[in-house]
């Protein structure tokens, strides 16, 4: 059975996972960068929420994209018998 729900959750899973590791990660790089360029505080949510409705939507699809590849990569680089 392709369509397994095993399949689903763990799809679900992979989804959710890239979902919120990219809304953390943009977050706390967008608040870190607006910090550093003492964006003024009148203009600080702004600046902020402007940034991460741009950002998010890249890193989610990168994470989507680039995560089996980096996943195999990881294997690859630490073997269990090495």
């Not at 741009?54 to 890193?59: E, F, K, L, R, T």
Request: charged residues 15%; aromatic residues 8%.
């Amino acid at each position: 059975m392709v369509n397994s729900p095993n399949k689903r959750v763990a799809l679900k899973r992979k989804l959710v996972f890239a979902m919120l590791m990219s809304l953390v990660t943009v977050n706390i790089v967008t608040f870190s960068i607006l910090l550093l360029n003492h964006v003024p505080v009148a203009h600080f949510l702004e600046k902020w929420l402007t940034s991460i409705s741009i950002a998010w939507p890249i890193v989610l699809i990168s994470i989507l994209l680039l995560a089996p590849a980096l996943l195999r990569l990881t294997e690859w680089l630490i073997k269990e018998n090495a």
